[in-house]
């Protein structure tokens, strides 16, 4: 028999709002989980590291503590600002200004964290860090102390912080609205004053400053391996179909990447993914790189709206 709305625990919503309490709590526990997560990545990651062993590591310990990875792990290097993954085969070693940004997913709802490493003692780099760390501090204590969160005022906070210390946000990336199986939903949070006057209402949010001494802007780079779900599409190849059908199971509609799908179905799956794109079932990133070549830090932090404002991580 099925249970009704009042006896389903998913439907029992929390205070009175829309979101319910078996919500906020995976929402927590995926912030929980971020957290030591971070702390683990800090104690691993030292120049000269493979990028590949760092990912990995990083991922396998999300699923040690109970969640899943909400998209691969990037490792993004000094002007490559984000959507940088290693291969399967990969054997870049870590070095310079590295971006690690990850996401926990616990039953689809997501707790997503980046923060900038200098692996080099070098003085810009550190500076750049302290930059996109200081905006996202400021954008924090903004939405804490507002009953009415506006994008714009948010923007506000991030560009005039990182341009105090004489750099430049990236105004085309900016923080995103989270949902349920889904890391970029709804409204994009702008990295300066946009204008945008638009409430922040209840619901998780990413809040995430990119900081560069360049033009502030990003362009689209070479194929980052990372793909995400977008249609069921009729191929051929029995491959792609069975890899599509574990596709569409496994990570439904978060990111997933082509190292991923090669443990589990060998070095063929290459050409299988490569017929799977041609035919759109498929989306794949591009790599995004900061158009003057310049360095970028990046921070990011996620909060949760209900009654009040929580930072999860």
């Known amino acids: 028999m099925e249970k009704s709305e009042i006896e389903n625990p998913e439907n029992q919503r929390f205070l009175g709002l829309q979101i319910s309490e078996q919500e906020i709590s995976n929402y927590r526990k995926a912030g929980i989980i971020a957290r030591k997560v971070k702390e683990y990545a800090k104690s691993i990651i030292k120049p000269q590291v493979k990028l590949l062993e760092i990912a990995e590591k990083i991922e396998n310990k999300i699923e040690e503590l109970g969640g899943k990875p909400a998209f691969p792990c990037n490792l993004s290097i000094n002007e490559i600002a984000a959507h940088f993954t290693p291969a399967y085969n990969d054997e870049t070693l870590a070095s310079g200004l590295l971006k690690i940004d990850f996401g926990v997913s616990c039953d689809g709802f997501i707790a997503d964290l980046a923060f900038s490493l200098d692996l080099e003692n070098n003085e810009e780099n550190k500076k750049l860090i302290l930059a996109s760390e200081k905006a996202l501090q400021e954008a924090l204590e903004y939405v804490k102390s507002k009953k009415e969160i506006k994008l714009n005022e948010i923007g506000e906070k991030i560009h005039k912080a990182i341009t105090s210390f004489g750099f430049s946000p990236i105004r085309n990336l900016s923080g995103h609205e989270l949902g349920k199986y889904k890391v970029h939903a709804g409204l994009t949070i702008p990295n300066y004053d946009n204008n945008n006057s638009t409430k922040l209402e209840e619901g998780a949010y990413a809040i995430e400053p990119f900081a560069t001494l360049g033009q502030g802007i990003v362009y689209d780079s070479s194929p980052s391996g990372i793909y995400r ?85």
Request: charged content about 30%; overall charge positive.
């Open 229 to 313: 779900f977008e249609k069921r599409a009729g191929v051929r190849d029995l491959l792609a179909r069975e890899i599509l059908n574990f596709i569409e199971q496994e990570y439904k509609t978060l990111p997933f990447c082509e190292r991923w799908i090669i443990k589990k179905f060998g070095e063929r799956a290459k050409i299988s993914l490569s017929f799977l794109e041609q035919a759109q079932a498929i989306y794949q990133y591009p790599q995004l790189v900061e158009k003057s070549h310049k360095k970028v830090s990046q921070a990011e932090n996620t909060i949760l709206i209900t009654d009040r404002v929580e930072v999860l991580i």
